[in-house]
C-alpha cells in the first residue's frame, strides 16, 4: 500500500454497500486491524511482523486473511473492565455467544466468542499462540471453549482476531476463527492501574486495580522480568430495581402475556398452576377421573394478590408473587489475576520465555424464572436426570408431591382449617365433595419460602508456559512446552433434594401454604443442603515450529514453516450432586468425563511470486486417539495491482472431532424452547403448549460419531485511496458438515405425562430423548466492513472516524432426514436458534462507529453501538399447524400479540475522555449508555427476562459511569 502512515488504524470487515447509507447503525469495536507495513520516510520497511494465522514473519501484515487487531489504546478507550467484554464487543460475535450475566447456563460462571454464529466450540482462542484448558463445564452440557472471563486484561499487549474460517496453522478445529490473546513480551519500571465504576442508580459498583513490575532490558541485559497482579470485582444488580417492563412483568399493555407468577391460565377443572402459597386437588378423585376434581387455592394469598378469576368467578385466579426477586440483571462476580514472566537471552541467537500464572474468577447465578413465570422451585414437576432418570410428578399414581390425609394443611382432612371452606368451594361446582374427604391432596405450589436457588463459581486457572526460540543452520526455530489446568468448584444453594421433600410432606414435618411459618431454618438446611462439586480439565502440550526464507522470488524470499505439535486434554465433571439422579427439583444436570490425545503436523509456505502477488499454502494433518485423522489445507492469495488496492482470498478445509462431552462418558439434562404441541395447543391454548413454553431435554453421548468438517472462503479487497484513509471489504462463506448436535425435537418420540382427567388431548411433554448425532450441516455467509479515516486539524489536533461491522447475508441450519426429506432453517435476522446458549438471536447486523478527537494530551470520543432488529420467530421450531406459519415467540402468550414479531434495534453510545497530566500520570472517563436508553422488549430470549443480556446488556444496566487512572514510572 502507498504512502506513508504514522499509525495504521485498518478494520478487517466491511459493511454491506447496502448499509453504507445507514452508517451509524451499522458497526463494531474500532480496532487497529490488519495493520499494514510500517515504514519510514524512505520507505524502508522498520520491520517484520508475524500476524496471527500463520508462523512466517513479514513485512507487510496485511495477509491474505483478514485479521482485526484490538490494540491497548481500544481497549482503555472503551470502557469495560473485562477482557472477555473488549473480545465479545468485536462485530463477528453472534448468535451462541455466552455471558457471564447469563442466569440458567450449564456453564455458568463463563462466557465465550462465538465467531460467525457457528457455537462456542467453532472459535479457537490461545494465549500467546498457545492453547488453552476449556472451561470444565462445557456450554450446553456439550461444547468445549475457552473462558474468557478467566484471563487477564492489565498484561495484554493485543488481540488479534483472525476472522478466516479454519487455521491450518495454529489448529484446523478453528472453524470460525481464532482469538489470539499477546501478552506484552517485555515490561520495564512499575505501572498502577485502577477504575471505580457505578450505574446511575449506583448500584453495580465494579473495582478494578492492577499492578505491574518489571527489570531488565532484553537488548541491552539480556533478559527481562516483570511481574503482574490484577483484581476486579463487580457488584449485582437486581432485576427488579430497574424501570418499565424489566420490573413491571404484566405485559398486557403490550399486547403480550401477564408475566407476573402465579397466573392461572386455565379455567375449572383444570385451573392447576404453580402459585403461592399453593393448589390442591383430591388425589384418589383425580386417580379415578372425576371431571370435577379441580384445584382449590390454599389460603394465605394477601387480597390485593389475588388475580382475577379466568373463567368468570368460579376459579381463584392465583396469587401474584414476585418473580424478580429471582432475577439478576447482573451477578456478582470478580477475579484475580497474578502472572510472572522470564525472558532471557541465552546467546547472540538463542533467548527462552517462561510465563507462570494463576488466573481466579468468580460468578454466582440465581435460578431465574422461566417462561411460564413459575419461578425457581415448583412442585410438582417433570425433568430428567442426566442419567436417564425420570421421575414424572404429574402422574397422580406415583407422584410422592402430596398432603398425606392427616396433613392439616389438607383441606379433604376434616380437622383441618380449610375443611369448611374447600367444603363449599367444591359443592358450588357441583362436585361430591363428601368423596374427597380422607383423600390425599396433590400439591402445586411455588415454594418461595426455601432460601433463593443460586450457584457459586469459582474457577482457578494454572498455567505454566515455556518458550525458546533462536537460530540454527539458517531455521527460526521456536520450541513451546505448557500446562493448563482449570478447576471450577461450584457451590449450591437452595437446591431442594426430591426424594427428602416427599419424604417430609409424607411424614407431616413440611407445612405449606399459610403454615410455612412453622418450619424451622433446620428443616429448610436439611431438605436443600448446600453442596459442592469440582469440574477439572488439563490441557499439556508440546510444540516444534521451524521457519526460514528458501530462495528469493521476483517479489521477494519465498518462506518455509513446518512444525508438530502433541498434546492431551483430560476432563472431569462430575455434576451437581444428586442432580443425575433426578433428585433434585426443577434444575438440568450434565456430567462427562474422558480424555483425549492428539498429535498434528502441519507446513506453510509463502510465495511472493511477484511484487503485486502473492501465494500462500499451508496444510495439516491431525490425528485424534478417538480414533480420527484428517488432512486439512489452506490456500491464500493477494494480488495488489495498484498501490492503493489490495484484492485478497482464502480458502480452507476444517476439522473437528467430537467433543469428550459428545462421545465420552456423558450425559445432560437440560431444556429448550419447545415447539408447538400438535396434541395439545388446540384444545389448551396454553403457551407451554403453543410454542412459547421450555421442554426438558436428555442427550447423551455417542461414541459413533463422525468428525465435522468445513470448507470455507474469503474474498475482499484492502482500500487506501488517499494518505489517512484506509477502508477493506471482505465477504466470508463457510459450511459445516456432520455437525454434531442433539437429535432435532420430534425425531424421537417425547415421553409425555398422564392425561389430565377429563380431558381428550394427551398429557403434557415431559421431555424430547436428544442423543448427540451428525445430523445437521451449516452454511454462513456475510460481509465484514472496516473504515478509518484519520483527518489532521494542525494545531487543533487530530480527528479520526473508525467504523467496523458485520452483515450476516445467511446463516442456515439444515438437518438431514433421509425419510421425511432435509428440513433447512433459516436463522439470520430471527431470534432463532433458541435451542443454542441462551437463545441469543442472529441480528443480520452489528457494529461500532467511533469518533476520536485528539489534541495533546487530551483525547475524548464516543463508541455508537448498533445491533439490528430481529424477527421473533426460531423457524427450527416448525410450522404451527393450526396456522401454517412460524410461530411468533416474542409476547407469545398475551391476548393481543402485536401484528409485527419483531424484536426492535438497539442503538446506544458511550463517551469517554483521557488526560496524560504528565509523563507519569494518565486519567480516563467513560460512560457507557450516555443517554440511559432501555433495551428493547425481547420475550425470547431465556439467558435474560424480558431482554437479551448478550446485545443489549448495556440497555438493561443503564448509564454507568467509570473513572480511572494509570501511573507510570
Known amino acids: 500500500m502507498g504512502g506513508s502512515r504514522s499509525k495504521v488504524r485498518r478494520m478487517a470487515r466491511m459493511w454491506p454497500l447496502a448499509g453504507i447509507a445507514c452508517l451509524a447503525p451499522a458497526i463494531s469495536l474500532a480496532a487497529d486491524a490488519d495493520q499494514g507495513p ?25 495477509t491474505p486473511s483478514p485479521v482485526q487487531v484490538i490494540s491497548t489504546e481500544d481497549i482503555e478507550k472503551s470502557g469495560h473492565l473485562t477482557l472477555s467484554d473488549v473480545i465479545r464487543s468485536v462485530s463477528g460475535d453472534s448468535s451462541g455467544s455466552l455471558t457471564q450475566n447469563f442466569s440458567g447456563a450449564l456453564a455458568g460462571g463463563a462466557s465465550g466468542i462465538s465467531l460467525r454464529g457457528l457455537t462456542l466450540d467453532a472459535t479457537l482462542v490461545l494465549v500467546d499462540g498457545h492453547r488453552m484448558a476449556p472451561y470444565p463445564l462445557a456450554d450446553d452440557g456439550q461444547r468445549p471453549f475457552v ?96 424501570g418499565s417492563y424489566l420490573s413491571n412483568l404484566d405485559l398486557t399493555q403490550y399486547g403480550g402475556p401477564d408475566r407476573r407468577g402465579g ?58 408473587w414476585d418473580i424478580n426477586k429471582y432475577n439478576k440483571i447482573q451477578p456478582r462476580t470478580a477475579g484475580l489475576n497474578l502472572s510472572g514472566k522470564w525472558t532471557q537471552n541465552l546467546s547472540e541467537h538463542w533467548r527462552n520465555a517462561l510465563t507462570v500464572s494463576y488466573f481466579n474468577s468468580q460468578a454466582e447465578q440465581y435460578r431465574q424464572s422461566d417462561n411460564y413465570s413459575t419461578g425457581p422451585v415448583t412442585i410438582p414437576y417433570t425433568w430428567v436426570g442426566s442419567r436417564g432418570v425420570l421421575v414424572d410428578q404429574t402422574d397422580p399414581n406415583n407422584t410422592n408431591m402430596v398432603l398425606p390425609p392427616t396433613s392439616l394443611d389438607n383441606p379433604f382432612n376434616p380437622n383441618s382449617p380449610y375443611f369448611a371452606a374447600a367444603q363449599a368451594f367444591y359443592t358450588a361446582r357441583g362436585a361430591n365433595f363428601a368423596s374427597y374427604v380422607g383423600s390425599p391432596a396433590l400439591l402445586y405450589a411455588v415454594l418461595t419460602d426455601f432460601p433463593d436457588q443460586q450457584i457459586k463459581f469459582n474457577t482457578d486457572v494454572i498455567r505454566i508456559a515455556e518458550d525458546l526460540t533462536g537460530k540454527a543452520a539458517g531455521w527460526d526455530l521456536s520450541l513451546a512446552a505448557g500446562y ?109 468425563r474422558g480424555s483425549q490425545t492428539i498429535s498434528a503436523a502441519y507446513v506453510e509456505f509463502n510465495a511472493p511470486l511477484l511484487n503485486s502477488l502473492e501465494l500462500d499454502v499451508a496444510g495439516r494433518v491431525d490425528h485424534y486417539n478417538t480414533p480420527s485423522t484428517s488432512f486439512t489445507p489452506k490456500f491464500g492469495l493477494k494480488w495488489t495491482p495498484l498501490p492503493q488496492l489490495a484484492i485478497r482470498g482464502t480458502y480452507a478445509q476444517g476439522f473437528r472431532a467430537p467433543g469428550i462431552a459428545e462421545a465420552g462418558n456423558s450425559g445432560t439434562g437440560s431444556a429448550t424452547t419447545a415447539p408447538s404441541d400438535p396434541l395439545r395447543c388446540p384444545f389448551t391454548g396454553k403457551p407451554s403448549d403453543c410454542g412459547a ?6 442427550s447423551v453421548a455417542n461414541p459413533n460419531l463422525k468428525p465435522e468438517r468445513s470448507r470455507s472462503f474469503t474474498m475482499g479487497v484492502v482500500v487506501e485511496p488517499v ?41 403434557p411433554i415431559i421431555y ?59 436463522y439470520a435476522g430471527t431470534t432463532g436458534p433458541t435451542a443454542v446458549g441462551g437463545a441469543t438471536g442472529t441480528p443480520k447486523a452489528r457494529g461500532i462507529l467511533n469518533i476520536d478527537w485528539t489534541r495533546g494530551p487530551l483525547s475524548l470520543g464516543t463508541n455508537i453501538n448498533y445491533r439490528a432488529p430481529m424477527k421473533g420467530i426460531d423457524e427450527s421450531n416448525g410450522i404451527d399447524p393450526n396456522t401454517g406459519t412460524y410461530d411468533c415467540l416474542q409476547l407469545a402468550g398475551g391476548a393481543n400479540p402485536p401484528s409485527s414479531c419483531w424484536i426492535a434495534s438497539f442503538t446506544y453510545a458511550d463517551v469517554y475522555g483521557q488526560y496524560q497530566l504528565n509523563e507519569h500520570l494518565q486519567l480516563t472517563g467513560t460512560v457507557t449508555n450516555v443517554t440511559n436508553r432501555l433495551p428493547p422488549l425481547n420475550t425470547v430470549t431465556y439467558g435474560g427476562f424480558n431482554y437479551n443480556p448478550s446485545f443489549d446488556q448495556a440497555g438493561a444496566v443503564g448509564r454507568f459511569f467509570e473513572l480511572g487512572f494509570s501511573y507510570k514510572h
Open 38 to 62: 510500517q515504514r519510514d520516510k524512505s520507505g524502508d520497511s522498520l520491520q517484520t511482523v508475524v500476524v496471527t494465522g500463520s508462523y512466517l514473519r513479514r513485512t507487510d501484515s496485511e
Open 147 to 242: 473462558d474468557l472471563s478467566s484471563l487477564p486484561m492489565s498484561m495484554v499487549d493485543r488481540v488479534e482476531v483472525l476472522k478466516d474460517g479454519a487455521s491450518a496453522t495454529y489448529g484446523s478445529d478453528a472453524i470460525a476463527g481464532v482469538v489470539n490473546v499477546i501478552l506484552k513480551p517485555q515490561f520495564k519500571g512499575f505501572q498502577l492501574d485502577a477504575n471505580l465504576g457505578s450505574s446511575y442508580k449506583a448500584d453495580g459498583l465494579t473495582q478494578r486495580i492492577s499492578a505491574m513490575y518489571g527489570f531488565g532490558d532484553l537488548d541491552q541485559d539480556g533478559h527481562n522480568v516483570y511481574f503482574n497482579a490484577e483484581y476486579r470485582h463487580q457488584a449485582s444488580i437486581s432485576q427488579a430495581d430497574r
Open 263 to 320: 397466573v392461572v391460565q386455565q379455567g375449572w377443572p383444570n385451573d392447576g398452576t404453580f402459585t403461592v402459597p399453593g393448589m390442591v386437588a383430591p388425589q384418589t378423585a383425580v386417580q379415578n377421573g372425576d371431571a370435577n376434581a379441580g384445584y382449590y387455592q390454599l389460603p394465605g394469598c394477601a387480597a390485593q394478590n389475588l388475580l382475577p378469576s379466568p373463567d368468570g368467578g368460579l376459579t381463584p385466579g392465583g396469587c401474584v
Open 484 to 592: 493448563v489446568r482449570d478447576a471450577t468448584r461450584s457451590t449450591y444453594i437452595g437446591f431442594i433434594r426430591n426424594s427428602l421433600l416427599g419424604a417430609a410432606l409424607a411424614s407431616n414435618s413440611y407445612r405449606v401454604g399459610a403454615n410455612a411459618g412453622l418450619n424451622s431454618p433446620a428443616l429448610y438446611a436439611a431438605l436443600a443442603p448446600e453442596t459442592h462439586d469440582t469440574a477439572t480439565s488439563e490441557l499439556g502440550y508440546l510444540s516444534a515450529t521451524a521457519t526460514r526464507s528458501l530462495f528469493n522470488l521476483p517479489g521477494g524470499p519465498a518462506g518455509l514453516a513446518a512444525g508438530a505439535e502433541v498434546r492431551y486434554l483430560r476432563a472431569n465433571n462430575p455434576g451437581e450432586p444428586y442432580a443425575p439422579e433426578g433428585d433434585i427439583i426443577m434444575d438440568g444436570s450434565f456430567y462427562a
Open 693 to 698: 413454553g421450555f421442554a426438558a431435554t436428555l
Open 723 to 763: 494518505k489517512h484513509v484506509n477502508l477493506t471489504f471482505d465477504y466470508y462463506n463457510i459450511r459445516r458438515d456432520n455437525e454434531i448436535v442433539p437429535a432435532p425435537l420430534g425425531l424421537e418420540a417425547p415421553v409425555r405425562g398422564v392425561q389430565q382427567p377429563g380431558t381428550t388431548y394427551p398429557g
Open 768 to 826: 424430547y430423548p436428544q442423543p448427540y448425532v451428525n445430523a445437521a450441516f451449516s452454511l454462513t455467509t456475510g460481509y465484514d466492513a472496516a473504515l478509518h479515516i484519520e483527518i489532521p486539524l494542525q494545531r487543533f489536533g487530530k480527528l479520526t472516524f473508525g467504523l467496523d461491522g458485520n452483515y450476516v447475508i445467511s446463516n442456515n441450519q439444515t438437518f438431514i432426514d433421509p425419510i421425511n426429506g432435509n428440513s433447512t432453517y433459516r
